[in-house]
């Protein structure tokens, strides 16, 4: 795991519901800051974040390498990013460490963390995980590769290039879809048939369906898929089954959507059902909930405010990183484009 408070179940649970409720809360701030004309472009993750979190917690940290993508800001939590990372991306800071503020909302991408670099373009991501298991498997290390996307992204072509070639060598990697039912505005039952999952059957490898709003199922689950990568049982299809609780984007109206069905979704939110599972369980109570979310918007506030003051990209990296030999950091080379 990637934190040690999950060697205890009720530890784990308590620090799973807190990274829940910290990107709720980076969530709903980024959604106002689109509203405010300060970010320009949200995907957001409301909904997905038990899903997220604790498939990410079955990780264990500069061991493995994860590929989110763009909705997954839950993931990068898990695994070390901070709000205040988040923020400074989200407002085009030249101190974003992912990308100099060059990038969309939550494209994060950290080698030390072993993070790899989210793709705007759907599914593009999917075959670099698949690389990342391959180059696991010539260096002879034992990380396992974990490749998150959405169900839209699971039509795509890179995605059955990428499960059959893994299938093929029998490569360490995990892929975990989070389907929320729609792809922007298409409906799951115009999609496909079949479970996403049943897919798996095709390349020869298992494919699970669970709940992704039960911590306890996910966690698991994703677990066993790592456990048996990482002793050589090749890949797995894990298919998280989650709410769309607001538009596909902050740039979405979603018209094609009726209300009973956002009611229906609203009746899923992962983040109330949690709570109600750790009070039955005797490790959370009102006042902890309200402890809980005080924290969560303290420290969002504390490192949105930071991320404000920050400096804007000086004008003259506009160009930057377009031309072979550009320095990945600082000045330009001397003689290059700047």
């Known amino acids: 795991m990637t934190d040690a408070a999950w060697r205890t179940p009720d530890a784990g ?25 300060r970010a320009g472009f949200v995907l957001t993750a409301r909904g997905h974040e038990v899903a997220q979190i ?18 997954d800001l839950g993931v990068g939590l898990s695994l070390g990013v901070t709000p205040f990372e988040i923020f400074l991306g989200a407002l085009a800071k030249g101190d974003d ?42 260096l002879g290390d034992d990380s ?18 990428a499960m059959n070639v893994a299938a093929v060598a029998g490569l360490p990697v995990v892929f975990f879809c989070e389907n929320n039912g ?9 999609q496909m048939a079949a479970p996403v999952a049943a897919r798996a059957a095709g390349y020869g490898f298992p494919g699970l369906t669970v709940d992704g709003t039960d911590i306890d199922a996910v966690n698991a689950t ?16 894990i298919e998280a089954v989650v709410p769309r609780l607001v538009p596909h984007s902050s740039q979405d109206d979603e018209k094609y959507r009726s209300d009973e069905d956002r009611a229906e979704a609203a009746e899923r ?12 369980r005797g490790l959370l109570d009102e006042a902890g909930v309200t402890r809980a979310q005080r924290a969560a918007r ?9 991320a404000l003051a920050a400096p804007d990209p000086e004008p003259e990296r506009a160009r930057r990183w377009l031309y072979a030999g550009d320095a990945p950091f600082g000045p330009a080379p001397k003689g290059a484009i700047p």
Not at 144 to 151: I, L
Not at 182 to 190: E, F, G, T
Not at 269 to 280: H, S
């Open 144 to 161: 396992v590769a974990v490749c998150w996307f959405g169900d839209g992204a699971s039509s795509e072509g890179a995605v059955h290039e």
């Open 97 to 138: 460490p992912h990308s100099g503020g060059r990038q969309l909302t939550a494209h994060f991408s950290d080698p030390e963390r072993r993070i790899g670099s989210i793709s705007s373009e759907v599914a593009g991501h999917v075959t670099h995980a698949v690389g990342s298991a391959y180059a696991s498997r010539v």
């Open 298 to 306: 303290e420290q969002v506030q504390s490192d949105l405010e930071r």
């Open 269 to 280: 939110d992962p983040l109330p059902r949690l709570e109600k599972y750790l009070m039955a």
């Open 222 to 237: 994703t677990s066993a898929a790592v456990s048996r990568a990482r002793s050589g049982g090749g890949p797995s299809l």
């Open 54 to 71: 604790g498939s990410a917690l079955a990780l264990e940290a500069g061991r493995d390498w994860a590929w989110p993508y763009y909705r």
């Open 182 to 190: 729609y792809a922007i505005s298409v409906p799951l039952s115009l």
């Open 13 to 37: 649970l308590l620090r799973a519901y807190q990274l829940v409720l910290l990107t709720r809360t980076v969530d709903e701030r980024l959604w106002a800051l689109s509203r405010q004309g």
